[in-house]
Nanobody, 123 residues
Framework: QVQLVESGGGLVQAGGSLRLSCAAS????????MGWFRQAPGKERQFVAAISWSGGSTYYADSMKGRFTISRDNAKNTVYLRMNSLKPEDTAVYYC????????????????WGQGTQVTVSS
């Protein structure tokens, strides 16, 4: 069982940056691939980025490449999402999720989810 708690969201102006954190409970955090997803009002939850259990492999949605960076610190049981050059269309609730097997963008493949953190980008 893994419990996930996101933090670091907030209000930022367009062009600004934020770093989201996701703290995981449980000793087996390093066994899980981790992902970030987001959901804007009235829209479906969409994939943002994923990272392998070791941190050696990462995978991004095309629209996030070059602006967002996912990383993890297994010693701290934490995964991060650094977001630069934020745009108003990045406004959403951001969720982290954990899965046992491999990287992926399919949200149905993720086993555990956090409650989300709100990111609002003003124009």
């Amino acid at each position: 069982q893994v419990q996930l708690v996101e933090s670091g969201g907030g209000l930022v102006q367009a062009g600004g940056s934020l770093r989201l954190s996701c703290a995981a409970s449980g000793r087996t955090f390093s066994s899980y691939a981790m992902g970030w997803f987001r959901q804007a009002p009235g829209k479906e939850r969409q994939f943002v980025a994923a990272i392998s259990w070791s941190g050696g492999s990462t995978y991004y949605a095309d629209s996030m490449k070059g602006r967002f960076t996912i990383s993890r610190d297994n010693a701290k049981n934490t995964v991060y999402l650094r977001m630069n050059s934020l745009k108003p269309e990045d406004t959403a609730v951001y969720y982290c999720a954990a899965k046992i097997y491999g990287l992926g963008s399919d949200l149905d493949a993720y086993d555990y989810w956090g409650q989300g953190t709100q990111v609002t980008v003003s124009s």
